[in-house]
């Protein structure tokens, strides 16, 4: 006996003597022997016979397996139960060999057929090979040489038996009945028949050793072409083979038909749903698939398709190596399959990556739309440029990140940027056209604001004639820039007119606020109109309350001027509609009557006592009537003042030239004082007295502030007057002792001006101030001319002053 290799055959019991089926030794068996790498490069060999015929004895040399052998000195008896399997030891292609149960044991009884039976349904459904093993003296006996048995496996469906059998096998296969197409199909189209005689391995032992040995070779490459199983046909893969096995045995012990094709079918849906769910697995936790979708989320990945198809295709690849020698059909579904289950897997990174997409050409096109802009270029046509190519460059984008496997659409992101650009073009949009239009409002405003607000200062019968017209003129200015501004936006033509109209309301919005804002300081205006009018004259010089001027003429046009401003302002008056508002307050408010259409009307009410105005709307209403009467009754009563102030100007000069006495009373003083005359005429020196008299008693009047002293009263003026009268006199004349010795006192020059002004503060303060002069013997001499006019005028009077020079 050739010395077997030390390798374990692995035997295992697949089946055992109750007909239950070692699933999990089978998978441990598999597994040991590494039976799933093998493919379709493995067979299959079974042996059956009768009980103790040797069979375990054979393969034991024949595969140098180890299963359990009888021992002689026990006698017969039944050594293996069930069915087993063990590894050949040193053979390729991997074989696997499978001890079945004996026939025509004791320990079953006679009628106990049925597990042999289905062993051998079993044998035949799962080897490659079959060897009955038969004592030669046995041939020709019925029992013996297993007929009933060999029987039996011919009435199972013929394509899935393969029975070795010889020359009288022939018999028993044209005895079954076989089914109407296989009525007369011979039986080498589904066995291969071989005999091969060994010698007895108890007398004969070397003899059978060597037979074994040169049978052996011949399961050397059983599966090529020309070897045992060389034409075998629809062979179950190796990876498939537990779950083959296993389901066979249940199909055999249910007593159902083998249908073997169907079988093929079944296993090839289980292992290749088997092997692509182990796939799916793998690509889920998969690093580089891992890594690329971290990557994808953060941001946008470059040749994002080429390496997730890079990394489908591998998956795929490893599922074709492992399912290719399954059913073609089964294995095309279960790898469409496998290839949606990854699809599904990996869609969510590619709607990310179109999102990052999405997201930088928005960014792209924001950017090339505002840089466009800065360069002057037009609108609309910067819009459609930018788009353009921000879509091509998106489209380029979702190229690179297709998937070869998937036809995705990434058409519902591509309209998802197309809307994106347009909200973000009509935002730009909106945003230059508030600015273009705020920048045109603003020019209309400063057109009209300054220019409006001095026709309103001016306040004549032509004002409102000369706001229409530079409002007309200002927004036909601003309407020629506008529209062209306008033209680069390609604004359908209802945008375009609504724009420009909206320009046209905004400038006459600007003169109604302006309106508004005068209406609401128009008494203001009255009053600052009538004391310009009141105290200047038709050449603008100020007026000079001299006594010749005729103040009610004078008060009647100032009020009258300040009327018109009233009128001009009480209504809006921008679409040349006539209106009596100007009319009404003159005959009212000036006139205090009615007017002719008044009386013709039947009208006996106030025109004034209302809230509105005839034939002027409630919008272009500025002032009511009532508001104008009462405005009215205010201005009077604040411009009282300056009339009765322009009044007793006026008395008051007149009362400053007529201090002589009249015409009668001179003449009556020089009937009179004819002698008195002659007197001083005759005495030159009494003249002189006089004269001295006269400068001290000026003197002492300027010195003193006589006018001053009495302005708190009589009696306090005379308390004071005469506290100071000897020490003014003592003053006086020690300057004039000191003239008169050629040493001026250190204080003249300071009294001398001190004298003037006190002089000049009590003639400004008396009530009716009259002329005078000063003059002495020390060369001091003061002049002040007095002019009265209104008290609003601020020239009142011209003071000039003389200082002695020093000697």
């Known amino acids: 006996m050739p010395v077997k290799r030390e390798e374990d055959s692995c035997s295992t019991q697949l089946i055992d003597g109750n007909g239950e089926f070692n699933a999990k030794g089978l998978d441990n068996f598999t597994s040991t022997v590494k039976l799933t790498r093998c493919g379709l490069s493995y067979a299959v060999v079974a042996i059956m016979g009768p009980q103790s015929s040797g069979k375990s004895t054979l393969l034991n040399h024949l595969f140098y397996t180890n299963f359990r052998e009888m021992d002689a000195f026990r006698g017969r008896s039944q050594t293996t139960k069930g069915i087993w399997i063990a590894k050949a030891i040193g053979i390729e292609p991997l074989t696997i060999v499978m001890d079945l149960e004996g026939t025509d044991g004791r320990e079953r009884g006679e009628d ?17 090979v079959v060897l009955i093993n038969m004592w ?7 029992q013996a040489a297993n007929k009933p048995l060999l029987k039996t496996v011919f009435q199972t469906p013929l394509e899935y038996l393969e029975p070795i059998l010889r020359e009288d096998i022939q018999k028993i296969w044209d005895g079954v009945r076989k089914p109407q197409a296989h009525k007369d199909t011979p039986l080498s189209e589904f066995f291969n ?11 004969k032992e070397e003899q059978f050793k060597n037979q074994v040995a040169q049978l052996r070779q011949q399961f050397f490459h059983s599966i090529s072409p020309g070897g045992l199983a060389g034409d075998r046909r629809g062979v179950v893969p190796a990876s498939g083979f537990s779950y083959s096995a296993q389901q066979i045995w249940k199909v055999i012990k249910e007593n159902k038909d083998l249908d073997l094709p169907a079988h093929k079918v079944m296993v090839a849906t289980v292992r290749c749903e088997e092997i692509a769910n182990e796939k799916f697995g793998s690509l889920m936790i998969n690093e580089d698939w891992r890594a690329l979708e971290h990557e994808v989320h953060e941001d946008a990945v470059r040749n994002f398709g080429r390496r997730l198809s890079s990394i489908l295709d591998d998956f795929l690849s490893e599922y074709d190596a492992e399912s290719v020698f399954f059913e073609e059909n089964v294995r095309s579904l279960k790898r469409q399959q496998f290839l949606s289950k990854a699809l599904q897997l990996v869609h969510p990174a590619f709607i990310s990556q179109l999102g990052h997409l999405r997201d930088k050409s928005l960014e792209a096109f924001k950017t090339q739309l505002e840089q466009s802009l800065r360069r002057g270029e037009a609108f609309a046509a910067s819009v459609r440029k930018c788009a353009d190519s921000t879509i091509i460059e998106f489209d380029k984008g979702c190229s690179d990140a297709a998937v070869r496997h998937a036809n995705w659409d990434a058409s519902k992101v591509r309209d998802k940027l197309h809307r994106d650009i347009e909200a973000h073009a009509s935002s730009v949009r909106n945003d230059k056209l508030s600015n273009l239009k705020a920048t045109y409002e603003k020019q209309i405003t400063a057109a009209l604001a300054e220019p409006i607000e001095s026709l309103f200062e001016v306040g004549g019968s032509d004002t409102w004639a000369s706001i229409r017209k530079l409002l007309k003129r200002e927004t036909d200015v601003a309407i020629s820039c506008f529209s062209p501004a306008l033209s680069g936006f390609e604004l359908d ?3 375009f007119d609504r724009m420009m109209q909206n320009l046209k309301d905004y400038a006459r919005s600007v003169v109604e606020k302006k309106a508004r804002e005068e209406a609401g300081k128009v008494l203001m205006r009255m009053k600052d109109r009538f004391n310009t009018v009141f105290s200047h004259d038709s050449d603008s010089m100020p007026r000079l309350w001299t006594g010749k001027e005729d103040i009610k003429s004078i008060t009647k046009e100032s009020r009258s001027e300040s009327l018109k401003l009233l009128s001009v302002v009480a209504a809006i008056r921008l679409d040349e509609k006539p209106d009596r508002i100007e009319s009404i307050l003159f005959s009212r408010l000036l006139e205090g009557t009615f007017s002719i259409r008044d009386r013709d009307r039947g009208d006996s009410g106030d025109p004034l006592a209302s809230s509105s105005w005839e034939e002027v709307s409630r919008e272009n209403t500025l002032l009511t009537p009532v508001q104008c009467k009462s405005l009215w009754r205010q201005f009077m009563a604040e411009t009282e003042y300056t009339v009765t102030q322009a009044i007793s100007a006026q008395e008051a000069y007149r009362q400053s030239n007529n201090l002589l006495p009249p015409a009668w009373a001179i003449m009556a003083m020089i009937i009179l ?12 020196l009494y003249l002189l007295v006089l004269f001295v008299v006269y400068l001290l008693g000026k003197a002492l009047w300027v010195q003193m502030n006589i006018p001053g002293e009495f302005r708190n009263g009589i009696l306090v003026g005379l308390i004071s007057i ?3 009268f000897l020490p003014t006199v003592a003053d006086l004349l020690r ?8 040493n001026p006192a250190p204080e003249a020059s300071r009294t001398t001006h001190h004298v003037a002004s006190q002089s000049f503060r009590s003639q400004v303060n008396s009530p009716n101030p009259v002329s005078s002069s000063v003059s002495s013997s020390s060369n001091i001499s003061t002049e002040n001319d007095f002019e009265y006019m209104s008290p609003q005028l601020t020239h009142r009077r011209v003071t000039q002053m003389e200082q002695e020079e020093s000697s």
């Open 112 to 128: 106990d057929t049925t597990f042999e039976k289905q062993s051998a349904l079993f044998a035949l459904a799962v080897a490659d």
């Open 136 to 142: 030669c003296h046995d041939i020709g006996r019925e």
């Open 193 to 203: 028949v071989e005999v091969t005689a060994l010698p007895s391995y108890e007398e």
């Open 493 to 495: 033509q209802d945008t």
């Open 673 to 684: 004082g004819f002698n008195e005359f002659m007197l001083l005429l005759r005495n030159p």
């Open 722 to 724: 005469s506290s100071r």
């Open 735 to 742: 300057r004039l002792a000191a003239e008169a010795q050629g």
